[in-house]
T-cell receptor
Framework: TQLLEQSPQFLSIQEGENLTVYCNSSSVFSSLQWYRQEPGEGPVLLVTVVTGGEVKKLKRLTFQFGDARKDSSLHITAAQPGDTGLYLC??????????FGTGTRLKVLA | KAGVTQTPRYLIKTRGQQVTLSCSPISGHRSVSWYQQTPGQGLQFLFEYFSETQRNKGNFPGRFSGRQFSNSRSEMNVSTLELGDSALYLC????????????????FGPGTRLTVL
């Protein structure tokens, strides 16, 4: 059973554009993580959000955790080709088990 | 600090065989989780080990098993391989501490690409 839905599934944009990726669930998570994965490699942790309503910024990336801790968003400003990859959200069920989202495949064209 | 290492990186097996994959976590991390990643199902949780004990388990058949050693290294075994077991198997390492307000951040290895023919 897939508990975390990400949208959009695929996104192809030009360099310099802005974009937002959404991660939605009907379940409450104790924390939520965002990862980026490149082909043939494991996911790389970008950020962990813990508190409802929390906003974290990582250079051009802004992450928000919903007030009810059921959803999250990732906003990228002025996307660059280096941002290309598969973006995954993962919600923690308890402390030790994570449910991953369906993924958003982003391609940024130069 | 060295990252998570997984061996082998690539593996080709035939149906009916068994396979063992290995994962060495980040030094000091006591929790190791295993995931299966396929294009159709995405990333799915297999199980998690902490201090040599399986602490969490996903919804996979008993053909998938694992263990953890006293040095926190972990192995995953798949018996009687099926074509559908072809996937990228990922290992994630985390400190594994407990506590109501504590959250564990996971750090992934590069994965083992298993192909079943």
């Amino acid at each position: 059973t897939q508990l975390l839905e990400q949208s959009p599934q695929f996104l192809s944009i030009q360099e310099g554009e802005n974009l937002t990726v959404y991660c939605n669930s009907s379940s409450v998570f104790s924390s939520l993580q965002w990862y980026r994965q490149e082909p043939g490699e494991g996911p790389v942790l970008l950020v962990t959000v813990v508190t409802g309503g929390e906003v974290k910024k990582l250079k051009r990336l802004t992450f928000q955790f919903g007030d009810a801790r059921k959803d999250s968003s990732l906003h990228i400003t002025a996307a660059q080709p280096g941002d290309t990859g598969l973006y995954l959200c993962a919600g923690a069920q308890g402390t030790y088990k994570y449910i991953f989202g369906t993924g958003t495949r982003l391609k940024v064209l130069a | 600090k060295a990252g998570v290492t997984q061996t082998p990186r690539y593996l080709i097996k035939t149906r009916g065989q068994q396979v063992t994959l290995s994962c060495s976590p980040i030094s000091g991390h006591r929790s190791v989780s295993w995931y299966q990643q396929t294009p159709g199902q995405g990333l799915q949780f297999l199980f998690e080990y902490f201090s040599e004990t399986q602490r969490n388990k996903g919804n996979f058949p008993g053909r998938f098993s694992g263990r953890q050693f006293s040095n926190s290294r972990s192995e995953m075994n798949v018996s009687t391989l099926e074509l559908g077991d072809s996937a990228l198997y990922l290992c994630a390492s985390s400190p594994g501490a407990s506590g109501r307000d504590y959250y564990n951040e996971q750090f992934f290895g590069p994965g083992t690409r298993l192909t079943v023919l």
